[in-house]
Every structure is written in C-alpha cells, then in structure tokens.
C-alpha cells in the first residue's frame, strides 16, 4: 500500500481536547481532511469549538462538540465517558491543553505551581490513562498523541514548571509506550517549537513575534498546521511501527540560542 492510503484515516473516531483553536483545532481539521470523525472538546461556552465543529461537518465529517474543562476534578474521565457516548468508540486521542504563567523560579508561586502541573502533566495523564482503558477494552489498538514542547528540553527562564511538566510528559510517553505496545497502542509526542497561536498573540506583541519570526532558523514562526500534518502521519498506519517516539517540529528553533526573543520583559504594553 502507498503513503498515501496509509495516511487515511477513513472510518476512524479521534477525541481532540483544546480542539477551539490554535493547535488543537489544527490537529482536529487534519485528521478530518484525512477521513475521521471527531470528538472536539474545549471549555464550557467556546465559541471556538462550535466554530472548529461546524468546518469539521463542512469537510463532510462528524463533529461531536464535548464542552467541559479538562483540568477540573473530574474533567478527563468525563469527556472521555461524553466521547464514548457519541462516537461509540476511540480509536485515537491527541491530548492537547496546557496551562502556564511566566515568573522567574526565585519568585513562582506555589499554588501556580500546582496548577501548571495539574493542568499540563496530571490533566493530560488522566485523560490518556482513561482513554487507553477504552481502547485495551475493545481490543482494537489505538493511537495516543501528547502534545509536549520544545521547551522539555530546552530551559526558559520563567518558565520552569511548564518544561519540567512537559519533561514529565515526554517520560510518561515512553512509560505508556512499553506499557501499551502489547495492546498495539501507539503513543507518541511532539514537541512543537514557536508556533503562531491565538495563545502566542496573547503574551507576545505583533512586533515581538515578528522578530522572533526572522530570527528563527526557517524564517517564521511555525504554524498550527506544521503541528496537524505531523499530528496526522503519527496516529495514522504509516506510522505503524513508531511508538514510544518524541517528534520536534521547530523549524530548528531548539538548535539555535533564542533565549533573548522568549523574555516577556520585552513585550511591548500595546
Ligand atoms: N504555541 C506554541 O508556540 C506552543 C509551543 C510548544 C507547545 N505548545 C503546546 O501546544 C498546546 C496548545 O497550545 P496553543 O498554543 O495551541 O494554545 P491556544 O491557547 O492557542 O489553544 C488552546 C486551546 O485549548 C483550549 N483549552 C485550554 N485549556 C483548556 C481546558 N482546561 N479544557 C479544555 N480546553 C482547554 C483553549 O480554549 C484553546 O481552544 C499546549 O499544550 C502548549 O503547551 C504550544
Ligand atoms: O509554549 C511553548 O511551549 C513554547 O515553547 C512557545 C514559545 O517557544 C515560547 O512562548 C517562546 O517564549
């Protein structure tokens, strides 16, 4: 069989959380172009997600909109109940959502602390633990995607929970790897490097990112949809036999020293 046949994702159901915008709603538009129907969750009330689900049914794929915050108490275990529900079945789950504030290590506080590796690390353990049970109950295989960052590997000042939790889910991607490889369950991560998402925007100027943007090394910033093909090739059988595998897609952005670019101190107030 081709590449090409084996990239399609025909007949299979994805659940991407964090699918409203920016990567995640990449990822979910890929896989849609490849075949899948998908469960889209985001926050309660994103207006994002209704817009995410209405392009996936314009592709001429299902759409199953599942609103609940993935950090909360019960947040992963319930969105993956709402998935099986509506779409009877998960045959790949890309977890996507983070949560991160900036402030220098002296200074960072601790219940931030908590948050970050609630929301980066925990939230996205839970959601593939609960994931993974569905698939080793059904017997079919399955494939798991986490959505890391250069950042794993590559220390930021101000930004040393996020990595450290991130680091964490590297880890956790090769533990799930052995631990999964018996039920033919993929899991692998990638780390994407500067990429222009709604959330960059937020934290950074237009004239910071464009700065940042000529000096990384392929000349822009990465894109959502950088993130999606990649996101695409790894849950789909050409990528049969990678598992337990971290993916940098960066530009090369971790080989060059932009430690400069990344300080917020330079984010201009307008
Ligand atoms: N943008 C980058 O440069 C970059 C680089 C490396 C890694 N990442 C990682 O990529 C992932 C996505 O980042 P992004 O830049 O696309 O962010 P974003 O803020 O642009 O989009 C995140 C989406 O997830 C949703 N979301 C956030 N918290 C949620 C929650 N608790 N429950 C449900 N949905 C939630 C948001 O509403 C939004 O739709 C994160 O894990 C981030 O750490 C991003
Ligand atoms: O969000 C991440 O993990 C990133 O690495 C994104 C950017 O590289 C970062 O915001 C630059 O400081």
């Given amino acids: 069989m081709s590449l090409f046949e084996m990239i399609r994702l025909d007949g299979r159901k994805a659940l991407v959380t964090g699918a409203g915008q920016g990567i995640g709603r990449a990822c979910a538009l890929e896989l849609a172009r490849c075949g899948a129907d998908l469960v889209l969750n985001d926050r309660p009330g994103s207006e994002e997600l209704l817009e995410t689900v209405e392009e996936i049914r314009s592709l001429g794929r299902e759409g199953w909109p599942v609103e609940a915050d ?19 079945a998960i045959d790949i789950l890309i977890s996507n959502p983070a949560y991160s504030v900036r402030c220098g ?3 960072y506080p601790l219940d931030e602390l908590d948050r970050t590796i609630e929301g980066t690390f925990k939230s996205g353990f839970r959601l593939c633990q609960a994931a993974a049970r569905q698939m080793v109950n059904r017997g079919r295989g399955g494939k798991i995607l986490l959505i890391s960052s250069v950042q794993a590997e590559m220390p930021f000042e101000g930004c040393a929970p996020y990595g450290a ?50 000096d990384l090394p392929w000349g822009r910033l990465g894109l959502p949809e950088d993130i999606g093909r990649a996101a695409a ?23 060059k020293d932009m430690r400069a670019n990344t300080q917020p101190k330079v984010v201009d107030p307008e």
């Fill in 105 to 107: 290590f002296l200074d």
């Fill in 165 to 214: 939790a991130k680091a964490a889910l590297n880890h956790l991607t090769h533990s799930m790897s052995v631990e999964l490889v018996s039920h033919r369950i993929n899991v692998n991560a990638i780390e994407p490097g500067w990429i222009d998402t709604p959330n960059e925007r937020r934290i950074f100027s237009d004239a910071v990112i464009n700065a940042a943007g000529t």
């Fill in 70 to 88: 993935v950090f909360s108490s019960d947040g992963p275990e319930s969105i993956v109940r709402d998935a099986m529900e509506r779409a009877g």
């Fill in 233 to 255: 090739f790894l849950v789909s059988d050409a990528a049969e036999y990678i598992t337990g595998a971290i993916l940098p897609v960066d530009g090369g952005f971790r080989f």
